[in-house]
Nanobody, 120 residues
């Protein structure tokens, strides 16, 4: 089971980024994937999660209406579209799975993160 997050970078406040989480060693058709983030000096925070079918998505209150999680089973990849970014969104973003169809925590399998920095 491997997960690789990518797509992070430096963006100005109000800007957008799309993160990708490429899965290998298993197929996303059957499993939920979550995005998490951790800022320096802060606890890890759940950001969004998508069920195996894609029919259920959940978001942290802090990102509702700005972030959208989606999946492309054909590419075995989950995306996190982040719009209207704020400095408070600055963090290392990770994707994870517990190899379950529903979004549950804690998740056992984690990929390396990608840094998102929102700054002018």
């Amino acid at each position: 089971v491997q997960l690789q997050a990518s797509g992070g970078g430096l963006v100005q406040p109000g800007g957008s980024l799309r993160l990708s989480c490429a899965a290998s060693g298993f197929t996303l058709d059957y499993y939920a994937i979550g995005w998490f983030r951790q800022a320096p000096g802060k606890e890890r925070e759940g950001v969004a999660c998508i069920s195996s079918s894609g029919g259920i998505t959940v978001y942290a209150d802090s990102v509702k209406g700005r972030f959208t999680i989606s999946k492309d089973n054909g590419k075995n990849t989950v995306y996190l579209q982040m719009n209207s970014l704020k400095s408070a969104d600055t963090a290392v973003y990770h994707c994870a799975t517990d190899l379950k169809s529903r979004c549950i925590t804690p998740m056992r399998y984690w990929g390396k993160g990608t840094q998102v920095t929102v700054s002018s």
